[in-house]
């Protein structure tokens, strides 16, 4: 039997817990006779373009057990879109390389092009086994209950908003109001995750606005000027992606990047936060805070979900499981299981995951669409992990 090699690498923003996946292809992969080497991308398709790959078949068990616990993109990332012109390149490289499986971590885009490197290589006689891995913290991919990464960045959001949400409650004679702005494009899954934060009646976040529920000037001042008057203070989450319900971004600007994907700005007065800021300080006179974390939460290996990490290490052992028994043009997927949490893993076709994205359900936001229903909370909270319990004396 001709022992082939192994190709992996990774695309887009990273996760706290990318690399528990990377490395359980390494080890899972190395365990097959049928693999002689397993190469890494170095700055994901832009280093295979150049045939800048890594070796890394040796790497110690111990480099690859730090590796499984480290942040963000140990290989590498890109945000490179190929290009039709690209793909002879492409399979002259994964020729040159001996390469039968390939396997990429990422999202959407990453999908699309796993899914049009494997079709040009079926077409130029040269098949290989291609398998997605799911990763991203926005939770937007279709066919999967969650993707890997999200529920590490959902415990980020959920106790900076806990924490967060204790500083403006005991600083409200100074700042009347606090407003944390998430990452999550378009897709309103890390901002509802605030709401695992609170404990008791009146706690933190005490408005959410998501994306899939378009916002109002002026109901949006009103909803605030309310929860200040009952509390003293408010505290608000909203995604980067919020829109008016005229359909314009709340954010001053955006642009958008290679694959047409929305990029909402945070500098320059563009931020969603700083503008809801702005609206707030000039209609109340008030004093307050925004918070942008930006790309905090795609690395912050303090706040790791230990369920998030085991679940992206069994999505790189299944991937190279299914590459080995003959599959390709697949995505790991997981499937919730009813009762107590346990998932099942599955799969999905790579057309349908890049085509396709998954938005918050309705059932999921409640029926004012300014908070999330107790369904999503029954969703999240399993993800999430226990989060820590605060002392208050304000009831005092």
């Not at 059932?363 to 004012?368: P, R, S, T, V």
């Amino acid at each position: 039997m001709q022992r082939r090699n192994v190709l992996i690498g990774q695309s887009g923003g990273p996760t706290a817990v990318i690399n528990a996946s990377l490395a359980a292809v390494v080890k899972q992969a190395r365990r097959s006779k049928k693999v002689d080497r397993v190469y890494g991308m170095r700055f994901g398709v832009e280093g295979l373009l150049k045939g800048h790959l890594v070796d890394l078949t040796e790497l110690p068990p111990e480099r690859l057990t730090r590796l499984a616990r480290t942040p963000s993109s140990a290989l590498g990332s890109s945000r490179h879109k190929l290009s039709d012109d690209e793909l002879p390149q492409v399979l002259e490289q994964l020729r040159r390389w001996n390469v039968a499986y390939l396997f990429m971590i990422g999202g959407n885009d990453t999908m699309e092009t796993i899914h049009r490197v494997e079709q040009h290589c079926a077409e130029e006689h040269f098949p290989i086994h291609g398998i997605g891995i799911p990763k991203t913290v926005d939770n937007d991919l279709f066919g999967t209950d969650h993707t890997p990464g999200y529920p590490s960045a959902a415990r980020y959001v959920a106790l900076s908003a806990l924490q967060g949400g204790r500083l403006a409650c005991d600083m409200q004679r100074v700042d009347q109001y606090l407003i944390l702005q998430t990452v999550g494009r378009d897709a309103g899954w890390l901002p509802a995750a605030a709401a695992a934060a609170r404990k008791r009646e009146g706690d933190a976040p005490h408005l959410i606005y998501v994306p899939e529920a378009p916002m109002h000037r002026d109901t949006f001042l009103q909803e605030a000027t309310n929860c200040i008057d009952r509390n003293g203070w408010v505290s608000i989450v909203c995604g980067e992606g919020v829109i008016w319900d005229d359909g314009t971004p709340v954010s001053a600007s955006s642009t958008s990047d290679r694959f047409s994907n929305i990029e909402y700005g945070a500098m320059a007065g563009t931020g969603a936060a700083l503008h809801l800021h702005r609206l707030l300080a000039e209609y109340t006179g008030f004093r307050g805070e925004f918070q942008i974390p930006e790309s905090l939460p795609m690395c912050a290996a303090d706040r790791v979900s230990e369920l998030d990490r085991k679940e992206a290490a069994a999505c790189g052992r299944e991937a190279v499981r299914l590459a080995l028994a003959g599959a390709s043009g697949l995505m790991v997927g997981m499937a919730r299981r009813p009762g107590a949490y346990a998932v099942e893993y599955t799969t999905v076709p790579l057309q349908e995951v890049a085509r396709r994205t998954k938005p918050m359900p309705n059932e999921y936001l409640a029926d004012h669409r300014r908070d999330v229903s107790p369904e999503f909370l029954a969703y999240v909270r399993p993800l999430i992990g226990e989060l820590p319990e605060h002392e208050s004396l304000h009831d005092l």
